[in-house]
């Protein structure tokens, strides 16, 4: 059985990785601050009280998940603040670095002990964070940490190729969640992570550390 640990898994997006994971026969460890009632009605091994850019947090999790070994880390759980030239909302980009840049990092820091040589690293970042991507501008907080996300990836698969340890960046596309107020141009939870675990299950040594649409499209940086 293969082991997968989700961030962000009580709601939108990493709620719908647990389910199509616990549907498919996976094990699932879903991660939170707080859970939900439909996480808690998953069945699966839930762990309360992390938020991704608390040091003690994370630490307590790898305490707690000592000896237990994961298969596939998919670092999920993200925010989104307003972010123009006219309100540039400097506690809310710094608070977009916490979780959306460093928050991921810190936890593959912290979980490498779990992990192991076949293992694999899922990093969600954004198409918002692409450089080249760019041309509609604002949104500096969402865009500058999740540029530096998919850097962190980048690194990541290279520091971990020799331990025979894949990463995926990994876009979902627009998804009808809370994060996008369920804009209704967005795909489905559901369409999105059928997508973003088929990226995962083909991710390869081979591939490591490439940045793709949940669609199979490779992004450009
Ligand atoms: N939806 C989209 O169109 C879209 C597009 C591109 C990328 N993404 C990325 O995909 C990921 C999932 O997005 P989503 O649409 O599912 O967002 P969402 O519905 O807003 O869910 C965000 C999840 O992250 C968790 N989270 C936020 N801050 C946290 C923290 N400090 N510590 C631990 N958990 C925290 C939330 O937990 P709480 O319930 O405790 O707040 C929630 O479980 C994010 O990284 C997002 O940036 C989404």
Redesign the pocket.
């Known amino acids: 059985m293969t082991t997968y640990l989700v961030?962000?898994?009580?709601?939108?997006?990493?709620?719908e990785y647990c389910k199509q994971l616990k549907d498919r026969g996976d094990k699932v460890i879903a991660v939170?601050?707080?859970s939900s009632d439909e996480l808690d009605q998953l069945g699966v091994q839930v762990e309360t009280d992390?938020?991704?850019?608390d040091k003690k947090a994370v630490q307590t999790l790898a305490t707690t998940l000592k000896g237990q070994s994961i298969d596939v880390l998919v670092n999920?759980?993200?925010?989104?603040r307003q972010s123009s030239l006219s309100d540039l909302n400097l506690e809310g980009i710094r608070e977009q670095f916490e979780?959306?840049a460093l928050?991921p990092l810190r936890v593959t820091q912290a979980l490498l002990p779990n992990l192991k040589k076949g293992s694999k690293v899922a990093i969600?970042?954004?198409?918002?964070g692409s450089i080249e991507d760019n041309t509609s501008g604002s949104t500096y907080g969402y865009r500058m940490s999740?540029t530096a996300v998919s850097m962190a990836g980048k690194s990541l698969s290279q520091d971990l190729k020799s331990k025979g340890i894949a990463v995926a960046i990994l876009?979902?596309?627009?998804?009808s969640?809370?994060?996008?107020n369920f804009?209704d141009s967005?795909i489905s939870?559901a369409e999105s992570v059928k997508g973003l675990l088929s990226r995962i299950d083909q991710l390869t040594l081979d591939t490591t550390g490439t940045f793709w649409h949940a669609n199979g499209e490779v992004l450009p940086w």
């Open positions: 961030t962000g898994a009580n709601r939108g997006i990493g709620y939170c601050r707080h992390i938020d991704i850019s999920n759980a993200g925010i989104y979780v959306n928050g969600m970042t954004s198409r918002m999740k876009h979902p596309g627009l998804v969640t809370g994060m996008t804009n967005g939870p």
